[in-house]
């Protein structure tokens, strides 16, 4: 399986998703990835340190073809031994970062939240997106500076602030699509878009001395018009924190995904 037979399958079994080559390379074929199956079916499988050694089902695609016939059980059976082989104590549902397609599975796909319930995962939480419109805008405050990232100001206030966000700044910095705030002392907040999913806003953050300042929004109208200057007129916001950060921007919830585990 190689990213376009990966981006073939999804076509047909998740066309809704419009998953791009770019995106199943990022998401899937990174490091850390194990990928079982064929054109018929595949299961993408990561393992890391994430609180403990655990992995995640990053993806989980059958064919239209080959559905109802336990294939995708099969696979669910075949990833969860691999993953214990690699000495994994635990198999979550697409939330592992830094290269994820979902944070969760979609309460939409009732098909796949069957499977895995009847696969012994356990849920413990959910997650959601945020739909905003690339028309939004918010003025810098006075004394910042906002600017497009080019050098390493915003992985490195990544890293001290929120590491497990340091590979999604340094790919977006790579990219053009980071955004990075400044005062006159120091870096004091970044905004991403287009790191794992086209046109998804995230990571983001902002110094905890500078909240509720403007700085955030600003950083967000940022990406926004980026995004929008490439012709789409909405935007998701994937993995909200803060809900209520992005409401005040006019964002609304537009995707929940189910968290869950299974032992291994």
């Not at 076509?11 to 080559?21: F, K």
């Not at 012994?120 to 997650?127: D, I």
């Not at 002392?185 to 998804?200: E, K, L, M, P, Q």
Request: hydrophobic content about 45%.
């Amino acid at each position: 399986m190689d990213p376009e037979g990966l981006t073939a399958l999804c076509a047909a079994a998740l066309p809704a998703e419009n998953l791009s080559v770019d995106e199943l390379a990022t998401c899937c074929f990174g490091p850390d990835t194990e990928i079982l199956g064929d054109a018929h079916g595949a299961v993408v499988l990561t393992v890391k340190r994430f609180g403990g050694h655990e992995a995640g089902i990053v993806l989980l695609a059958v064919h239209p073809d080959n559905q109802g016939r336990g294939l995708g059980r099969d696979l669910v059976e075949a990833a969860a031994a691999l993953a214990r082989e690699l000495g994994a104590t635990g198999l979550h549902l697409g939330n592992l970062p830094p290269r994820y397609v979902w944070p969760g599975v979609d309460f939409a796909f009732i098909a796949a939240l069957a499977l895995f319930e009847a696969a012994g995962f356990q849920p413990y939480g959910a997650e959601c997106n945020m739909s905003i419109d690339t028309g939004f805008r918010a003025a810098v405050p006075d004394g910042v500076d906002l600017a497009r990232e080019v050098g390493d100001d915003a992985a490195d206030f990544a890293r001290t602030e929120s590491p497990h966000w340091e590979d999604e700044v340094r790919r977006a910095t790579e990219r053009g699509t980071c955004f990075v705030a400044r005062d006159a002392d120091a870096t004091i907040g970044f905004a991403c878009h287009s790191v794992n999913r086209r046109y998804w806003i995230g990571p983001m953050a902002t110094s905890a001395n500078r909240r509720h300042g403007g700085v955030g929004h600003a950083l967000l109208a940022a990406v926004c018009a980026d995004i929008g200057a490439g012709g789409a007129p909405a935007a998701d916001i994937a993995w909200v924190g803060p809900v209520g950060f992005y409401a005040r921007a006019g964002a609304r919830v537009n995707r929940v995904f189910r968290t869950a585990r299974r032992s291994l």
